[in-house]
């Protein structure tokens, strides 16, 4: 039974106030229901967590909610207003894996804690409520628990300020786990862009950027969940003294120069991370500004495109960064997806990257060691948070002593004599930072902390044996119980000469003396009378105690709760180290980090046969020998053969063809082909090695890709549409330093008008953007556009016919596709026989019909794009012969017979062929 049920279950009729009411009838509820009501009325937005013994019961609207989304049973306690109260619960020591699923359902879920000892309630009265109190507020972007979380991905907690209407946009993110903290300065047209790259689990915004309708319908249309807060929240000044209260400085032009939006995000986001803790801030670091120029940036739907950290269907299995990801440590792989997700675009950053993979890749044995010393250590940066906020057990104590020691490992290692092979500077910084540490913190927690550690500290044992001697005795006392009785029980026998005493013990008299009645009368006379008392005559027995017994059982029965009172005192201590110690431990955490990736990405170039890039300040672009990661992953795990590589140079200068034109059949690999250099010009600008057999890539600043169709009904888009919007973002955001690559522009409509939309959108990126770019079509006749436009490159994937069947060689070559295999590929996919050869016959009839219409003369009559020419229609009309010109002027269609129509159409051609 449920320890606290009885609150409920004692008188609770008449009945008890719907929590969501707004006004309760006091005279109609019980004193715990009307807590309960108090407390639930504060927290509407959120299912209240109502602690009641060892369950946490909801009520009403909040017992209906949990019940549908968790699958458990809904129950009833008493009556309101004639009415049963909804009721279910969760037990507490199961909490975490029910908050795990409401949140995930999207939920808020406010946990209120018995904050009394229900003895110290009774002496109040015998009707008194145990008190409590909501203890934290859990939201997607507070968690804090390793269970809730994803071990290597971050959860961040994001918040949305503007100043004022049309001004610039504050955002700020968080990541309560670790502490790291961030803000920058953006617009409408790159918000959506910033939050792909975040990934937030809960965004917090202001009401008043909530009422602009386009950035509601942003915002709305983001997997996050969203808190709107009241604009008052968003204040800037108050939200600078929060910032320099927080921080404890008298001006934040130190941590950098932050817009007044940007500081009222910080702000908002501190406030409402205190909000939600009650109080307990974890390890928050000062505030880093993020310039968008630091980063190259990649919108929400090239993310998708290029599946970098989840496929299309949301898994993390198949995507870029499973394929790359060679670390060993959560902190580590939280690191490569950041970094991932926004490569630089400083070069001299770049390769001082570079150079730190470079220098573990030539000490084989060095990266083995200090992988194995990573392997030892916990995600003690998540522990540290956990600790700063109370929620800290001595589990966590001891990752955040076991991280230490691994640092210190670390440190030994990494100072090492490597010979001729010099330290990068970078690398020996990193070093620098990790001497911080003196390694007395480590020590102290693993010489005070025992090898198995209980999951909560109330529950004792984890302070090591022979610490402290105090608490060795009352574990003794407590544990051994029976042989200090057996200790005492000879001591008696021996001293009064009656080998038969026994001492037993009942729960009506505890601790007793037991002798038979023959050797009772010898202990009730003089001297032994003085020491043993009488306390019960049997038949055949009687029974004794002393005042030492006495002390004893007293000793014994509180032994356990005198030792677990002896731990704790010795884990505030250790809390207090921690707390003291904490901005030293984030730092060892982040060096942590940062050396498993660069030796997961060293161990990952060794592994893959991957090269360093050349990457400068230039527009170049130059791959030979270029391969797809994840493709080549799959082909070597299924064991399908090796992936063929393929060179691509899009050098954007003078002489240089910056556009690729892509042809060649479905299933030969253009897809592949356009993916693969996007995914090494993000690996190398993330500082990587990268597939090739080498590599030089000029610093891309956007990166855009339009590749695979899907629609988007949910605002009522056609997959075409959806093809034009992410079309028409990149036409109109793309610049020099841009990539691009498009793949099927026009596809989703008619073959006229989309040959048109494709031919007009190459002339742009060709004549305008003047961007890097790789543009795939099924369109032959955009090829001849290479003869009108000099930085246009035609390229083909290669196929071969044998013997009736087509063979895909997934080789890019130059030149340009006579046609598309289309049926081909469609008898490759199993379409049945009869409707290949019909299909067959129609392609033969069509490509008559077009003979009459060459591609030279669809060149000839389509003028060269040009921005500041606007269209003039022909002189004649649009015929090519005046004399034909003359001919059909004078021709009345309507007046016609059959045969002097043909007669019209024989003299056409005899004139078109003079």
């Not at 034009?724 to 989703?748: C, H, K, P």
Request: hydrophobic content about 45%; charged content about 25%; aromatic content about 4%.
């Amino acid at each position: 039974m449920r320890d606290a049920v009885t609150e409920v279950r004692e008188g609770i009729e008449p009945a008890a106030a719907d929590a969501a009411a707004d006004s309760v009838d006091a005279k109609a509820i019980t004193p715990m229901m009307a807590q309960y009501t108090d407390i639930k009325a504060q927290h509407r937005d959120c299912l209240l967590f109502f602690r009641m013994g060892d369950f946490y019961e909801m009520f009403f609207d909040d017992a209906v909610k949990a019940s549908d989304t968790l699958g458990i049973a809904l129950t009833k306690r008493g009556k309101h207003l004639g009415e049963d109260i909804p009721m279910c619960g969760v037990p507490v020591h199961a909490a975490e894996d029910y908050l795990e699923r409401l949140i995930r359902a999207g939920h808020r879920v406010a946990v209120c804690e018995q904050t009394e000892d229900p003895a110290e309630a009774k002496k109040r009265g015998a009707k008194s409520v145990v008190r409590r109190e909501v203890i934290r507020l859990v939201t997607p972007g507070t968690l804090t628990e390793d269970s809730l979380l994803e071990s290597k991905r971050h959860n961040y907690l994001a918040a949305l300020a503007r100043i004022r209407s049309g001004g610039e946009l504050g955002l700020a993110w968080l990541d309560i786990s670790t502490g790291d903290f961030s803000t920058c300065a953006l617009d409408a047209e790159t918000l959506l862009a910033e939050i792909a790259r975040l990934d937030p689990g809960e965004i917090v915004v202001a009401e008043n950027v909530l009422a602009e309708p386009r950035l509601a319908s942003m915002l709305r249309g983001q997997k996050a969940a969203l808190t709107p807060l009241p604009t008052s929240r968003f204040d800037s000044m108050n939200a600078e003294k929060r910032l320099k209260a927080h921080f404890a400085v008298g001006a934040l032009e130190s941590f950098g120069a932050f817009s007044r939006a940007e500081i009222s995000a910080c702000g908002a986001l501190l406030d409402y991370v205190a909000l939600t803790q009650v109080g307990k801030i974890p390890l928050i670091r000062a505030p880093r500004r993020c310039e968008q120029s630091d980063s190259m940036l990649i919108d929400a739907a090239t993310r998708i495109n290029l599946e970098l950290v989840r496929t299309t269907s949301g898994d993390r299995r198949g995507s870029l960064l499973s394929a790359i990801d060679r670390t060993v440590t959560n902190a580590g792989g939280r690191l490569l997806g950041d970094r991932l997700a926004a490569p630089l675009t400083d070069s001299i950053a770049i390769n001082d990257r570079l150079d730190t993979i470079g220098y573990f890749l030539d000490l084989d044995e060095m990266r083995a060691d200090i992988r194995a010393a990573l392997k030892a250590a916990p995600d003690f940066g998540r522990a540290l948070s956990r600790v700063m906020v109370g929620r800290g057990g001595p589990r966590d104590l001891a990752s955040i002593g076991s991280g230490l020691m691994a640092c210190a490992t670390l440190r030994t290692l990494l100072t090492r004599d490597t010979g001729l092979v010099s330290q990068p500077a970078g690398l020996s910084a990193l070093v620098q930072t990790m001497e911080q540490d003196d390694g007395s913190l480590a020590r102290r927690l693993t010489e005070t902390l025992a090898d198995d550690l209980p999951l909560q500290a109330r529950d004792g044992g984890f302070v090591r044996r022979g610490l402290i001697d105090a608490l060795d005795e009352q574990l003794r006392l407590r544990d051994e119980s029976r042989k200090v009785i057996a200790g005492l029980q000879g001591d008696y026998a021996d001293s009064t000469g009656i080998r038969a005493l026994k001492i037993r013990h009942n729960n009506v008299l505890g601790f007793f003396i037991e002798v038979t009645a023959q050797h009772g009368e010898k202990l009730m006379i003089p001297p032994l009378n003085a020491r043993f008392v009488h306390r019960q005559t049997l038949a055949n027995a009687m029974r004794f105690t002393t005042v030492e017994l006495a002390d004893l059982e007293s000793q014994i029965s509180m032994a356990g709760d005198r030792a677990v009172a002896i731990e704790l005192k010795v884990l505030d201590e250790l809390l207090a180290l921690i707390h003291q110690n904490a901005e030293m431990i984030a730092i060892m955490a982040g060096a942590l980090a940062e050396i498993d990736v660069a030796t997961a990405l060293a161990q990952l170039a060794e592994d893959e046969r991957y090269v360093r890039p050349r990457v400068d300040q230039s527009r170049a672009f130059q791959i030979e020998g270029g391969r797809h990661p994840v493709v080549e992953r799959a082909l070597q795990v299924l064991a399908e053969g090796s992936f063929i590589p393929n060179d691509c140079t899009l050098t954007a200068d003078e002489e240089g063809r910056h556009i690729w034109l892509v042809t060649g059949p479905n299933m030969a690999g253009k897809s592949t082909f356009l993916r693969q250099n996007a995914l090494i010009a993000i690996m190398a600008q993330m500082g990587s090695y990268v597939p090739a057999a080498s590599a030089h890539v000029g610093i891309v600043d956007r990166l855009f890709s339009r590749v695979g169709a899907a629609d988007d009904l949910a605002r009522g888009r056609s997959t075409f549409m959806v093809e034009m919007v992410e079309t028409a973002t990149i036409l109109n955001q793309a610049g020099a330093r841009s990539l691009v690559i498009l793949d099927e522009i026009g596809r989703g409509t008619a073959t006229f008008d989309g040959l048109s939309i494709a031919w007009a959108c190459v002339e742009h990126l060709h004549e305008i953007n003047r961007c890097r770019a790789l543009f795939a079509t099924h369109f032959h006749e955009l090829t001849a556009l290479s003869e009108r436009l000099p930085r246009l490159a035609n390229a083909t994937m290669k196929v071969r016919e044998f013997q009736g069947e087509l063979v895909f060689l997934h080789e890019v070559g130059p030149g340009a596709a006579d046609r598309s295999y289309g049926i081909q590929v469609a008898k490759l996919a199993g379409l049945p026989a009869r409707v290949i050869e019909r299909a067959a016959e129609v392609l033969k009839l069509l490509e008559k019909s077009e003979r009459a219409t060459t591609r030279r003369g669809v060149i000839d009559d389509l003028p060269l794009f040009s921005v500041a020419r606007a269209a003039q229609p022909p002189a004649n009309g649009g015929f090519r012969d005046s004399a034909i010109e003359s001919l059909m002027r004078e021709v009345h269609p309507d007046d016609l017979t059959p045969r002097e129509a043909l007669d019209l159409l024989y003299e056409l051609k005899a004139k078109l062929g003079s």
